[in-house]
């Protein structure tokens, strides 16, 4: 199983991001699939889940209504659409796959990893 991230940037404020994430080896539409972010000396965390079978979705309460997860079956990739950025959404982004259902917000819970795409929003 691998993941490919891009479309990581520098951005200013309120501007915005779409990040792909390219999946190969596991179908995007049977597993949920992730997306992270790790800050200079921060611990990764959370930031949106898509399921596989159908389109549950879960935030973190920081993004919750600026980012948005979807994916495209036909490609076996997932987005984040990030809009109204601001500058603590600056990290690099990282998206990973879990091999059994259910939304889990740990990175734990999840197995394979992408190598991650920096974001940067200046003020």
């Known amino acids: 199983v691998q993941l490919q991230a891009s479309g990581g940037g520098l951005v200013q404020t309120g501007g915005s991001l779409r990040l792909s994430c390219a999946v190969s080896g596991r179908t995007v539409s049977s597993y949920p699939t992730g997306w992270f972010r790790q800050a200079p000396g921060k611990e990764r965390e959370f930031v949106s889940v898509i399921s596989g079978y159908n389109t549950y979705t879960l935030y973190a309460d920081s993004v919750k209504g600026r980012f948005t997860i979807s994916r495209d079956n036909a490609k076996n990739t997932v987005y984040l659409q990030m809009n109204n950025l601001k500058p603590e959404d600056t990290a690099v982004y990282y998206c990973?796959?879990?091999?059994?259902?259910?939304?889990?917000?740990?990175?734990?819970?999840?197995?394979?990893w992408g190598q991650g795409t920096q974001v940067t929003v200046s003020s």
């Open positions: 990973a796959t879990r091999g059994f259902v259910g939304l889990k917000k740990m990175p734990s819970d999840y197995d394979y």
